[in-house]
């Protein structure tokens, strides 16, 4: 075992603080990653405060992870010490499972979490990338292209994914209008790579305070969510949206915005069900959905994209003594749009 130093929740009451605990001794297939910056995601909030009621303490947060290569097994072949790479929300899955798919491995049994969850024997706990290094199996380690910035990258491991694989199994691309509702950490990722894959993108936002960012980074629409007559206006004019948000909305308009066979795809998670009206659906055979992460292989097809068409995060770096001023201020969406933490500072 080889000591890790990080930050971390040691109680769902408490705030962030420094931490040492083991990291597992590299195995043959095992790539060992110093790690450079680890960006914040509001799930990491929800599990260091027990708000999804299946946290295990002490927690070290973090899936959005960049680093570099400082040792690989002896059976290690995708990669070398001093590589640019990446690890995402999970580090492992069930190899051997009949039902293993790796084109949709997140939706699959047997996935364990980078965090807050136990590694495959069931019983070594999962702590993430708010620590100096990490050990992972080389098959959920990804590449990151040589020309992006490094710490904008880091929050592709999640945000980017997120909205990545709705947008291609929807099938976002020229002659399809697409809107995001959210210009959040999430949305606006959602707004660059649509942008990129060449659909129309509409932003939904509650208010026209974020409008020049939208534009600026690929919007060609933007409207005010609080603004009744922007429900008429756009009724019926979607092909696909993607809900950023986890606040309550009123599903029964945002359904009307779509046209016929559209699809209202959830990203964020409402703390409470969903109400629709079987009306809001059946007359144009409307469709409301979910989508969660990607797999290992859409991952690094997202990071590839991206890194063909230079998109990265729109970050905020800070030092991780800042770690709980980041997330009051995540909370109160005083973000544009990621913060992400500069290992350097641990």
């Given at each position: 075992?080889?000591?890790?130093?990080?930050?971390?929740?040691?109680?769902?009451?408490?705030?962030?603080?420094?931490?040492?605990?083991?990291?597992?001794?590299?195995?043959?297939?095992?790539?060992?990653?110093?790690?450079?910056?680890?960006?914040?995601?509001?799930?990491?909030?929800?599990?260091?405060?027990?708000?999804?009621?299946?946290?295990?303490?002490?927690?070290?947060?973090?899936?959005?992870?960049?680093?570099?290569?400082?040792?690989?097994?002896?059976?290690?072949?995708?990669?070398?010490v001093g590589d640019r790479v990446g690890v995402g929300c999970f580090v492992d899955s069930c190899t051997t499972c009949a039902?293993?798919?790796?084109?949709?491995?997140?939706?699959?049994?047997?996935?364990?979490?980078?965090?807050?969850?136990?590694?495959?024997?069931?019983?070594?706990?999962?702590?993430?990338?708010?620590?100096?290094?990490?050990?992972?199996?080389?098959?959920?380690?990804?590449?990151?292209?040589?020309?992006?910035?490094?710490?904008?990258?880091?929050?592709?491991?999640?945000?980017?994914?997120?909205?990545?694989?709705?947008?291609?199994?929807?099938?976002?691309?020229?002659?399809?209008?697409?809107?995001?509702?959210?210009?959040?950490?999430?949305?606006?990722?959602?707004?660059?790579?649509?942008?990129?894959?060449?659909?129309?993108?509409?932003?939904?936002?509650?208010?026209?305070?974020?409008?020049?960012?939208?534009?600026?980074?690929?919007?060609?629409?933007?409207?005010?969510?609080?603004?009744?007559?922007?429900?008429?206006?756009?009724?019926?004019?979607?092909?696909?949206?993607?809900?950023?948000?986890?606040?309550?909305?009123?599903?029964?308009?945002?359904?009307?915005?779509?046209?016929?066979?559209?699809?209202?795809?959830?990203?964020?998670?409402?703390?409470?069900?969903?109400?629709?009206?079987?009306?809001?659906?059946?007359?144009?055979?409307?469709?409301?959905?979910?989508?969660?992460?990607?797999?290992?292989?859409?991952?690094?097809?997202?990071?590839?994209?991206?890194?063909?068409?230079?998109?990265?995060?729109?970050?905020?770096?800070?030092?991780?003594?800042?770690?709980?001023?980041?997330?009051?201020?995540?909370?109160?969406?005083?973000?544009?749009?990621?913060?992400?933490?500069?290992?350097?500072?641990?």
């Open positions: 075992m080889a000591l890790a130093r990080g930050y971390a929740a040691t109680d769902a009451s408490k705030p962030l603080q420094p931490f040492t605990f083991e990291r597992r001794e590299p195995r043959e297939d095992d790539v060992v990653i110093s790690i450079k910056y680890s960006g914040i995601c509001h799930s990491d909030i929800h599990q260091a405060r027990n708000e999804w009621g299946n946290s295990v303490f002490p927690m070290v947060p973090g899936h959005e992870i960049a680093g570099i290569v400082t040792a690989v097994g002896s059976k290690v072949s995708k990669f070398k039902s293993r798919d790796v084109d949709l491995e997140q939706y699959m049994p047997g996935l364990v979490v980078t965090y807050n969850g136990t590694e495959a024997d069931g019983k070594t706990p999962t702590q993430g990338g708010y620590s100096d290094f990490i050990v992972v199996k080389e098959g959920y380690v990804l590449s990151i292209p040589e020309n992006l910035p490094f710490e904008a990258t880091a929050p592709l491991l999640c945000a980017g994914i997120t909205l990545y694989s709705p947008l291609r199994n929807w099938g976002a691309g020229p002659g399809k209008k697409v809107a995001v509702v959210g210009m959040g950490g999430l949305g606006h990722m959602g707004v660059k790579l649509a942008h990129a894959m060449g659909a129309d993108v509409t932003v939904l936002s509650q208010s026209l305070s974020k409008k020049e960012d939208g534009l600026k980074l690929g919007a060609d629409h933007y409207y005010a969510t609080a603004d009744a007559e922007t429900f008429t206006k756009l009724a019926g004019t979607f092909d696909l949206i993607l809900c950023t948000v986890s606040a309550e909305i009123d599903w029964n308009a945002y359904l009307g915005l779509l046209k016929v066979d559209g699809t209202l795809v959830l990203l964020g998670i409402p703390e409470k069900p969903v109400p629709v009206h079987a009306f809001s659906l059946v007359p144009s055979r409307r469709s409301i959905a979910g989508s969660m992460i990607g797999s290992i292989k859409e991952t690094q097809e997202m990071l590839d994209f991206c890194g063909e068409h230079n998109i990265v995060s729109e970050i905020e770096l800070i030092r991780m003594d800042q770690v709980n001023e980041a997330y009051e201020r995540v909370i109160k969406s005083d973000v544009r749009y990621r913060f992400v933490i500069d290992m350097a500072t641990l």
